[in-house]
Structures are given as structure tokens and as C-alpha cells.
């Protein structure tokens, strides 16, 4: 499988005539390729590992991951498959989930910013601010914000390109201070979907997952879709494409975000920082001390 190539198809970094219909929810790979998607997965995974250190150590740049899509896409087992070998103490996971009142009474992209990583961290988004642009315009539940009339006065296609204006504003604004934004939309179709909430349903192992609001918003399958098309056509952007992910089959898709975190980490090049003299004089003074300098006493 030419991973490369199939990204290429994949990304979106110029949403000018995006259709999200166009784009596919599986590459229809066959099975007996699996155990060599798995190892490409492994060699990234380790590779990641590995830069993840340097990032952390140069502490220069950051990396915000999000990740969007409708239930049962596999959000959850994404960052586990493909960041779980991640040093904890480099990396940040965060879910958004319904916003609180206290989180109602600021702006949309409030409550992201204490999820924002220190440079030299990545950071994981399971949703995020991109639910203004979602649930929110598909529920209409912008229609009740107690917000100002000049605020709400307008049509529903002028307030989603006002907050697709903010977004892009914002991940501008990341950007130039250090981070990369890596958006990755998880593309389930709808027979999958189906295929999985009843496999919650009948594995008594998987009951907890399932919620009956997940019907409710699968019946609006159709709103969310065009939701998601104007999301990604109006901030899909050079310094932030989008990405998105067929999600019929896992193991291709864990593989394909496993690869365009490895690119994104290697093109950031993060190396471990260079001592001045000085420094590595006092680590040679230090060595001295340890290897003849009078043995610790550790029996007290």
C-alpha cells in the first residue's frame, strides 16, 4: 500500500469545491494486507516515540492533534493504537464533551485554551472547538445563546462563516506561535456506524459504549454531513489541512494517522538541544565526582 499517495488524495488543504461525498470511508484494502498495515503502524509508532523525546527535550514546537467525526468512527482507539507508546509526561488528552454553563458564558473557543500544550508537548483533542461548527449548528442550539441580538441577528450561513473566520484566525494565531495543527477527520459511513452500534448492542463487553442519543443524531445523519462538508471546506487551510480519514476499516486508518503524525514530527526535525562548553564541563566535573568521588552510603 502507497500510503503516501493515499494521503495526498486524503488531505485538504484548500476547501475551494470540497465534497465530502467524493471522499471515501474505505479503501477497500484487502484483508490479507492487514498484518503489513500493522507493521508499518509499529514502525511509525516507534518512530513517533522516538521524536516525541526530541520534541519534548528541544521544547521549540508544539502539536495540537484533533480529532472529529461521527460515533462509532473510532476516535478513542485511534489515540490508543497510535499514541499509546507516547511518553505520558509528553503528551496531553483531552475530550470536549456538552459544554457546561460556566463554559456557555465565554466565547466557543474559551475552554480550549486550558487544553493547549506547552511547546515541546502534543496535545490530543478527541472533539474539540470544532463542535460550534457541528452539533451546535445542527441542533441550532446557537439560536439560544444568551448572547447580544447583533451576535445572533443573521442567517445561519453568515454565523457558521463568522466562526469558520475565528477558527482559522486561531489556528493562524497557533501556528505562529509555535505549534502545529494536525485535524483529522475520522470519515465512517453510515452502514458502518450501523454496523457497530449494534455490535455495542449484542457484546455485553461493549454495552457501556452505547447511548441512545446516539440514534437521535444518527437520524440527522444527513445535516451532519453537510455540516461537516461547510466545517472542512471553510477551514481547511495550508497551515491546517484537514485530513480525512476513510474509517470503515481501523487498522487502515490507524496506519494512515499513524503517518501523518511521523511526517509532521519529522518535518518539525526536533533534535536534542546542544550544551554550551560550559555545561559540559560541569557534566564532566560531575562524572568525576561519581566514579571518584567516596561511594554513597545507601544503607541508612
Known amino acids: 500500500m502507497n500510503i503516501a499517495k493515499h494521503l495526498e488524495r486524503l488531505t485538504v488543504s484548500d476547501g475551494k469545491g470540497f465534497d465530502l461525498a467524493s471522499m471515501p470511508c474505505s479503501l477497500d484494502i484487502d484483508k490479507e494486507e492487514r498484518p503489513a498495515l500493522e507493521g508499518i503502524l509499529a514502525v511509525n509508532k516507534a518512530r513517533i516515540a522516538e521524536l516525541q523525546d526530541k520534541l519534548y527535550a528541544d521544547a521549540h514546537e508544539g502539536v495540537v492533534i484533533i480529532f472529529q467525526a461521527m460515533d462509532a468512527a473510532g476516535k478513542d482507539s485511534t489515540i490508543r493504537h497510535v499514541l499509546g507508546g507516547i511518553n505520558p509526561t509528553g503528551i496531553d488528552v483531552r475530550s470536549f464533551k456538552q459544554p457546561s454553563e460556566e463554559e456557555l458564558a465565554h466565547g466557543f473557543l474559551w475552554r480550549t485554551f486550558s487544553a493547549l500544550p506547552r511547546r515541546g508537548k502534543i496535545a490530543v483533542l478527541n472533539r474539540s472547538y470544532y463542535e460550534e461548527c457541528l452539533v451546535v449548528r445542527v441542533r441550532e442550539l446557537w439560536r439560544s445563546y444568551r448572547m447580544p441580538q447583533r451576535c445572533l441577528d443573521m442567517s445561519e450561513k453568515r454565523y457558521f462563516e463568522d466562526r469558520f473566520e475565528d477558527i482559522c484566525a486561531f489556528e493562524r494565531y497557533l501556528s505562529r506561535m509555535g505549534f502545529r495543527v494536525v485535524k483529522i477527520f ?12 449494534l455490535e455495542r448492542i449484542d457484546n455485553e463487553a461493549k454495552n ?93
Open 208 to 300: 457501556w459504549k452505547f447511548s441512545e442519543s446516539d440514534l437521535s443524531e444518527r437520524v440527522r445523519w444527513d445535516d451532519y454531513q453537510r455540516a461537516y462538508e461547510e466545517m472542512i471546506a471553510g477551514t481547511a487551510t495550508r497551515h491546517a489541512p484537514w485530513y480525512t480519514i476513510p474509517a470503515d476499516q481501523k487498522w487502515v486508518a490507524r496506519a494512515l494517522v499513524s503517518q501523518i503524525l511521523r511526517d509532521v514530527l519529522e518535518d518539525i526535525d526536533p533534535r536534542y538541544p546542544d550544551l554550551p562548553d560550559e555545561q559540559k564541563a560541569r557534566l564532566s566535573t560531575c562524572r568525576e565526582l561519581l566514579t571518584d568521588g567516596p561511594a554513597a552510603d545507601v544503607d541508612h
Open 186 to 197: 475520522l470519515n465512517v459511513s453510515a452502514d458502518k456506524q450501523k454496523e457497530r452500534f
